[in-house]
Every structure is written in structure tokens, then in C-alpha cells.
């Protein structure tokens, strides 16, 4: 079958207003890509939704189709509610006898064959529609209440936050809103990226996407027994908050991120370049497995030491599937992703016939590095280990070279700034 993959933005949101005679569905969207992760843009794709009550595997309440094209950022979007219906009343589905749970299959070509599925559970958004259904229990007015408290009189000395009457004021009422707000429109852009290949396979028990502190989302990999990003780390913030500034020179002792190439267009794909202070924040070196040193990386997640590098090069190498014309030091390719690098003719090489790489769903991409000028960018891929090197002021690292088949594994200086991986705890 030929590999496909569907980048899924599954936030639902409700498609109707608190008035009368308002229309009962909620509105869905998609992101596909093909499987060289280019965008679908601007071609007629078909989706089968069936919404199903109790469980993942339950019975079929409803089901309808769509076909919908795709707008230049390769996006679909359709009204769950209102497509071909196949099976059911989508009006009068009981919201309050839940569990319920969504599934879409997608195919590309806008045909009936459905080659990716996505499942998950509707929880609060589809629920306004229960909601919608209790009608106008309420008028509005507070005189309409019962049991209300005596309030005589609202004191006047009142100004927002710092108050001493013990009042909130509809100003600080509006910056809770506001906040509010703020954080649903990072999560209403949530991605999720499913691929139909049996070989590559996203993290256990994670059903969504990795976020970082500034709403960044990360696919995940699962290599053997260990929980990769499928990305390079791009935060620009440490998990509590604390920023890590821009560098504009080399530091081993201020924690400083870089645009590889020097670009800020290169961040979305290739992540930030970072030195090993702000990898390491202020944690001591380790070479434990796990390596228990969180520093650059989200909640749940640390920076790989050099033992868990070696744990994931040396799973590669004794699996078949991963290394090239039956060498098990030819690994590279396997961790290396499918186009950006430069081209080698090479055999097993890095840069030879790049389609072919990938196997391991790992994606390293040439993000190259940072010493005082920018380099590599387009033929090197470095990543940052948790590790002190045998060498004062150095740290181990793991890199891939566009005209190589194997592996680089050595020390380099702290005030370098090299891609960052993180690992599940």
C-alpha cells in the first residue's frame, strides 16, 4: 500500500448559537499530507464519520460521508451534521447517554477507499449540543432565583487584583475571560499526525500530541523501548515559564538558542540549535538510564544521556530491517529523514536515494550548527547527549552526515549549539 499521512487538527467546535432555530453540528478539520509529508492541496479527498456510543468498538449511532476539497495549505474542513447521511439521525442523538466516540476514515483520492482512521472520544465540545437541548431553564435575570444571598449594599473601594473588600470586578471578570481565550486558541490548533504503516509506530499511551511550554506540538516515535520526539525541539521557554534568550555569540555559561542557517523560517521544521547550558539548565551531567536530567525538555520528558544514544544506535544495529546491504554499522539512513539533505552517491550514504531512509520513524533532519557562524545546515544533523565528554568543557553528541552510512558518536564544546531530542521518562 502506498504510504500516506493525514495530519489531523481534531478540535471540534459547535457550530451554533444560543438562539432559536440554530443548527445542530460541529465543525471538523484535517491536514493531509502525502507520504514524502508533502501537503494535499487543492484536491478533492473523501471522509466516512461514524460516531459511535460506549466505547472505541461500539455500536454505529450515526454515520454520514463528505466529499470536500482541500485549500492550498492542504486543509479540509466539513460540518459533522450535515453530510450524506448513511446511517441515523444525527438531531436526535442523546449527548447525555455518553461515552461517545469519533471515527473518521479519509481517503485522499476522494474515492471510498478509506486507507487512514482516526478515533477518538468526543468529550466537552459536543456537548454544547446537550446542552443547547436543555433549553431556556434559566431567563437570565437574577430576581428569577431562588435562595439568593442578602446582598445590601456593594462596597465602592474596589480596583482589579488588589481590592480590599473581597469583591472581583467585572474588569478582572473579563482578563479571566480573556486568558481563557488565549490558551483554547493554542489548543484549537493541536495537529495530529497518523501514518498507515505498521513499521513506524507513535509512543503507547499517547493519544495526543507532545506540547511544549509555548504550545509547540511533537509527534512521538517508538524505537524499541524507548519514546522519542519525531522532532527537533523548538521552545523557546523552559517548562516553568523561564524564557531562554536568543544568542547572538557563543556562551558556555548563558543558556542561548539559535535559528539554524540563521533563519527564523527553519525553526517550524528544524527546531531551535541550542548550547548545552540551556540544555542542561542547571542540572549535573549524567550518563544514567534514564539520564533523570529534565533541563531543556517538557514535563514527563529528559534529555537523552550518552548511554540512551548508545541504547537506540545499538537496537538499530541488531535489527535487519534497519541497516543497509547487511552492515549493521550502516544505520544512518534509518535515523535520517526522507529529503533536505544534500545529495551523495555514496552507497548506504545519507544523501543516497533519501526516499529510502527513515525506517525508524526517527526524522532526523540536517539542521546543522551553531559555533560562532552557522554551518552544516542541509548536510549534518547533531544532537545533544546529557553526558559529560572525557574532554574538559566538552559533552558528548550523536550526528549524521549527508555523504555517510554510519553514526558519528564523539565529544564536542559545551558553547556549541546543536538539536535537541527529548526522551520519555
Known amino acids: 500500500m502506498h504510504k500516506k499521512v493525514l495530519s489531523f487538527a481534531i478540535f471540534l467546535f459547535c457550530a451554533f448559537s444560543l438562539m432559536a432555530q440554530s443548527p445542530e453540528l460541529f465543525t471538523y478539520q484535517a491536514v493531509v499530507r502525502n507520504s514524502s509529508n508533502m501537503l494535499v492541496a487543492n484536491m478533492h479527498v473523501s471522509a466516512r464519520v461514524c460516531i459511535k456510543q460506549g466505547s472505541a468498538s461500539g455500536n454505529d449511532i450515526y454515520s454520514e460521508s463528505h466529499v470536500v476539497q482541500t485549500n492550498a495549505n492542504g486543509l479540509m474542513t466539513f460540518n459533522?451534521?450535515?453530510?450524506?447521511?448513511?446511517?441515523?439521525?444525527?438531531?436526535?442523538?442523546?449527548?447525555?447517554?455518553?461515552?461517545?466516540?469519533?471515527?473518521?476514515?479519509?481517503?485522499?483520492?476522494?474515492?471510498?477507499?478509506?486507507?487512514?482512521?482516526?478515533?477518538?472520544?468526543?468529550?466537552?465540545?459536543?456537548?454544547?449540543?446537550?446542552?443547547?437541548?436543555?433549553?431556556?431553564?434559566?431567563?437570565?435575570?437574577?430576581?428569577?432565583?431562588?435562595?439568593?444571598?442578602?446582598?445590601?449594599?456593594?462596597?465602592?473601594?474596589?480596583?482589579?487584583f488588589t481590592n480590599d473588600a473581597g469583591y472581583v470586578t467585572m474588569a478582572e471578570v473579563q482578563h479571566l475571560f480573556d486568558s481563557l481565550n488565549d490558551r483554547i486558541d493554542v489548543l484549537e490548533n493541536i495537529i495530529y499526525e497518523l501514518h498507515d504503516t505498521s513499521s513506524v509506530q507513535s509512543c503507547p499511551d499517547m493519544p495526543f500530541p507532545l506540547m511544549d511550554y509555548d504550545g509547540n506540538m511533537y509527534n512521538t516515535v517508538l524505537i524499541g523501548t524507548q519514546c522519542w520526539m519525531k522532532d527537533n525541539l523548538r521552545t523557546s521557554h523552559y517548562s516553568d515559564g523561564t524564557a531562554i534568550a536568543q544568542g547572538v555569540t557563543v556562551s558556555t555559561t548563558i543558556p542561548y538558542r539559535y535559528r539554524p542557517d540563521n533563519n527564523s523560517m527553519n525553526v517550524s521544521t528544524h527546531g531551535y540549535l541550542y548550547n548545552w547550558k540551556a540544555v542542561m539548565r542547571n542540572s549535573l551531567s549524567s550518563n544514567s538510564v534514564p539520564s533523570g536530567v529534565q533541563g531543556i525538555c517538557p514535563m514527563g520528558w529528559h534529555v537523552p544521556s550518552d548511554?540512551?544514544?548508545?541504547?537506540?544506535?545499538?537496537?538499530?544495529?541488531?535489527?535487519?530491517?534497519?541497516?543497509?546491504?547487511?552492515?549493521?554499522?550502516?544505520?544512518?539512513?534509518?535515523?535520517?529523514?526522507?529529503?533536505?539533505?544534500?545529495?551523495?552517491?555514496?552507497?548506504?550514504?545519507?544523501?543516497e536515494n533519501q526516499a529510502t531512509n527513515n525506517a525508524s520513524g526517527f526524522s532526523a533532519r540536517p539542521s546543522g550548527y551553531y559555533t560562532g557562524p552557522y554551518s552544516g545546515f542541509g548536510s549534518t544533523a547533531f544532537f545533544w547527549s546529557s553526558t559529560d565528554y572525557p574532554e574538559e568543557g566538552e559533552a558528548w553528541y550523536l550526528s549524521l552526515f549527508y555523504g555517510l552510512p554510519t553514526v558519528g558518536h564523539d565529544g564536542n564544546n559545551k558553547a556549541t549549539a546543536f538539536s535537541v531530542r527529548c526522551l520519555r521518562n
Open 80 to 160: 459533522i451534521g450535515e453530510g450524506t447521511v448513511l446511517q441515523g439521525d444525527f438531531s436526535t442523538i442523546q449527548w447525555s447517554n455518553g461515552p461517545f466516540f469519533l471515527v473518521v476514515a479519509v481517503d485522499p483520492h476522494g474515492g471510498e477507499d478509506y486507507t487512514i482512521t482516526s478515533t477518538q472520544q468526543l468529550l466537552s465540545v459536543p456537548y454544547a449540543l446537550y446542552a443547547q437541548k436543555a433549553g431556556n431553564g434559566f431567563s437570565g435575570s437574577f430576581n428569577d432565583l431562588t435562595d439568593v444571598p442578602n446582598i445590601q449594599e456593594v462596597p465602592t473601594n474596589v480596583s482589579a
Open 307 to 351: 548511554a540512551e544514544w548508545i541504547q537506540l544506535t545499538d537496537y538499530l544495529s541488531s535489527h535487519s530491517e534497519y541497516y543497509c546491504e547487511n552492515d549493521s554499522v550502516n544505520i544512518a539512513k534509518s535515523l535520517a529523514f526522507t529529503s533536505g539533505w544534500l545529495t551523495n552517491i555514496y552507497s548506504c550514504s545519507v544523501g
